[in-house]
């Protein structure tokens, strides 16, 4: 998450150069949105329902809430340690900036990954004119569901494990919540994005999908773990009905 602290930051000091035009903006913006995403190893595929309020006199920045359903599928799919409180040093918040514990970390290699989740997302826009936004949002709260998976569980430290190398079974993370960094729990999607207006009602929109995508294994592994996530950023285009 650290990408979009960043990406926020250059936003906001970029939004100067595009004042100088005093378009009239809504007051309320509701949408349809479809979103597809890839890097290669991972693909998504999202569709949400989201309602944004402009805020101020301009109404260029928005503020907003919305309903995603993303589903997340590839294959050879690396999956690491996930709770923060064996990989990192800190939780919450501090996660984001504290060391992280590289001995603690062992993998789970699922030869086929598939996750569905349905979650409440929070949304950010600015309105850099009246045709292009940009924006962020991100999942909040939800669940995920989809079928067992069978992939290959590696210990960080072989000796420490005899189920080293061996097979186990795993399905996705039902609870999905966000804590900030290493302390997120399940599979949740955000998006930093620019959106052009084509119409009244229909915009394009492309940007980079980040996915956080957890699976929970059938048996406590070493430090007596069973949870195992992926963070895969992806590149993102997408489409969206303004009603």
């Known amino acids: 998450m650290k990408q979009y602290l960043v990406a926020i930051s250059l936003l906001l000091l970029s939004t100067t150069a595009f004042s100088q035009t005093k378009p009239t903006f809504k007051a309320i913006n509701q949408s349809v949105d479809l979103s597809l995403a890839t890097n290669g190893d991972l693909s998504s595929v999202a569709v949400s329902v989201n309602r944004l309020h402009g805020l101020g006199q301009s109404k260029r920045f928005r503020i907003g809430y919305g309903l995603r359903f993303t589903s997340v599928f590839g294959s050879k799919v690396e999956y690491s340690t996930a709770p923060a ?9 501090g996660s984001l900036f504290a060391e992280t514990i590289d001995a603690n970390i062992d993998t789970l290699t699922l030869g086929s990954a598939q996750v569905n989740a349905l979650n409440a997302s929070i949304y950010l826009e600015y309105g850099l004119s009246s045709r292009f936004d940009v924006g962020f949002n991100i999942d909040a709260i939800g669940f995920s569901f989809g079928g067992k998976q069978t992939g290959t569980f590696q210990a960080n430290l072989p000796t420490r494990s005899s189920l ?31 959106r052009y207006r084509l119409t009244d009602t229909f915009s394009l929109k492309g940007g980079i999908a980040y996915q956080f995508t957890e699976f929970t294994t059938n048996r406590k592994l070493t430090l007596d773990n069973d949870r195992f996530r992926n963070s895969s950023a992806m590149i993102m285009v997408g489409a969206a009905y303004q009603f």
Not at 85 to 93: A, N, R, T, V
Not at 174 to 193: C, H, K, P, T, W
């Open 85 to 93: 409180s064996l990989i990192s040093e800190s939780s919450s918040i």
């Open 164 to 194: 080293s190398g061996t097979s186990q079974m795993a399905s996705p993370t039902s609870l999905n919540v966000l804590l900030i960094g290493a302390s997120d729990r399940g599979s949740l999607n955000s998006e930093f994005y620019a």
